[in-house]
């Protein structure tokens, strides 16, 4: 069985500090990674995903992530938090032998003061 | 728009009735996915359609639920005999089958029973 942990579901950052978001995950095949932000009431937006390949991953609005597998960890970082930032995230892990199902941490709570 | 839609975006029921949601996915995906999300919780399993047959179904998914996908394209989720324990976000994602298992959501319906 998969599963993801979100460490911290609150995260209070200043903007333009560094935003990370951690998570670590639990997987018995070579996992594909994926953070997706969620703002109210919406649905679940794809920031980044991590497949095969460049541990470093590039995504939207100036989000990235590392695969670490010595770790078991993906955490998200961005370099200057802006306003517009603040969402909920989710971390999560597909599992290929079931269809691709999505296992998804309890998700973080980005808050940016001004 | 071409992304995956749900019917309707809100629905307050009273305990006891029956509800249904429609899901849309996006045209060429034959892969659909059913999540239930609760406040401050991440998105949780609760079935997936290959085309129209219904391959995996979570332990979530109680008698009271049945989710249907007859012509491999929209999906129906139902709940008989609403209770308040089902209140939650109801989530729709479809997949292409791709390898990276990116999954695309729709914005959600929304349930409250009274």
């Known amino acids: 069985a998969q599963s993801v942990t979100q460490l911290g579901s609150h995260v209070s950052v200043s903007e333009g500090a560094l935003v990370l978001l951690r998570c670590n995950y639990s997987?018995?095949?070579?996992?594909?990674l994926f953070w997706y932000v969620q703002y109210p009431n919406q649905g679940l937006q794809l920031l980044l995903k991590?497949?095969?390949?460049?541990?470093l991953v590039k995504g939207i609005n100036g989000f990235e992530a590392e695969f670490k597998k010595s770790e078991t960890s993906f955490h998200l970082t961005k370099p200057s938090a802006h306003m517009s930032d603040a969402a909920e995230y989710f971390c999560?892990?597909?599992?290929?032998?079931?269809?691709?199902?999505?296992?998804f941490g309890g998700g973080t709570r980005l808050m940016v003061k001004p | 728009d071409t992304g995956v839609s749900q019917d309707p975006r809100h629905k307050i029921t009273k305990r006891g009735q029956n509800v249904t949601f429609r899901c849309d996915p996006i045209s060429e995906h034959n892969r659909l996915y059913w999540y239930r999300q609760t406040l401050g919780q991440g998105p949780e399993f609760l079935t997936y359609f290959q085309n129209e047959a219904q391959l995996e179904k979570s332990r979530l998914l109680s008698d009271r639920f049945s989710a249907e996908r007859p012509k491999g394209s929209f999906s129906t989720l139902e709940i008989q005999r609403t209770e308040q324990g089902d209140s939650a976000m109801y989530l729709c994602?479809?997949?292409?089958?791709?390898?990276?298992?990116?999954?695309?959501f729709g914005e959600g319906s929304r349930l409250t029973v009274l």
């Open positions: 994602a479809s997949s292409g089958g791709l390898a990276s298992g990116e999954l695309f």
């Open positions: 997987s018995s095949v070579p996992p594909y």
């Open positions: 991590y497949t095969t390949g460049a541990t």
């Open positions: 999560a892990v597909s599992d290929a032998n079931a269809g691709n199902m999505l296992t």
